[in-house]
């Protein structure tokens, strides 16, 4: 028998495993699929708000040197 056997042991199994594992596949799809839409729009919308992030991040960083002790 030896690898055969390994074979027709392991392989119902394996089948019934992935068959089970199936929606928790489609979940994890769906969900990277939406990640990777999410981080497009966040990239695309980088350029538009590049004028406020630097308006905010220069007064973040000069904030603390307006501070005395």
Avoid: D, H
């Avoid at 350029?47 to 630097?54: D, R, T």
């Amino acid at each position: 028998m030896g690898a055969l056997g390994l074979v027709e042991k392991l392989a119902p199994a394996m089948a019934s495993t992935v068959l089970a594992a199936t929606p928790v596949i489609n979940a994890v799809v769906g969900g990277l699929t939406q990640l990777g839409s999410g981080l497009a729009g966040f990239f695309q919308g980088l350029p538009s708000g590049a004028q406020g992030a630097v308006a905010g991040l220069s007064g973040l960083f000069q904030a603390p040197s307006g501070v005395t002790v």
